[in-house]
């Protein structure tokens, strides 16, 4: 388990997601930076995702931290975060693929729950 206290030393942490932690990352190609322990369709969306993320331009990757977690809010609350405009975050968001890839992340939360 995750030690409570975030100043303890995680070489002490144990349990069974540092366990598969550890495992997928020994069989990791040396360039991939995403993968899911569990493989199947979610390997498959976490390597889409590794894979598109890699042509993300620095204002892309911006938007789309803004805008991936669950609770992020709308894109002006975003956009304020940034000190950009909602135009300029819609921009990013568009062109670094978000609505795929959270209409894809929206299917397995859905598939998960059921």
């Given amino acids: ?9 995680l070489n002490s942490a144990h349990g069974p997601v540092f366990s598969q932690s ?8 040396d360039q991939t930076l995403m993968a899911h322990s569990s493989g199947g369709s979610l ?3 976490f390597r889409l995702a590794d894979h598109i993320s890699r042509g993300w331009t620095q204002a892309q990757a911006r938007a789309m931290a803004a805008m991936l977690p669950p609770d992020a809010g709308p894109r002006r609350v975003a956009a304020d975060a ?4 909602r135009q300029a975050v819609d921009q990013a968001l568009h062109a670094a693929g ?9 299917l397995i939360e859905a598939e998960a729950e059921a």
């Avoid at 388990?1 to 030393?9: C, G, S």
């Avoid at 940034?82 to 405009?85: A, V």
């Avoid at 978000?98 to 992340?105: G, Q, R, V, Y």
Wanted: proline residues 12%; hydrophobic residues 55%; charged residues 20%.
């Fill in 1 to 9: 388990m995750l030690p409570a206290d975030p100043n303890v030393d």
């Fill in 43 to 45: 390997d498959a969306a």
């Fill in 98 to 106: 978000f609505p795929a890839i959270d209409a894809a992340l929206k």
């Fill in 22 to 29: 550890g495992r997928l990352l020994e069989m990791l190609p």
């Fill in 82 to 85: 940034l000190g950009i405009s």
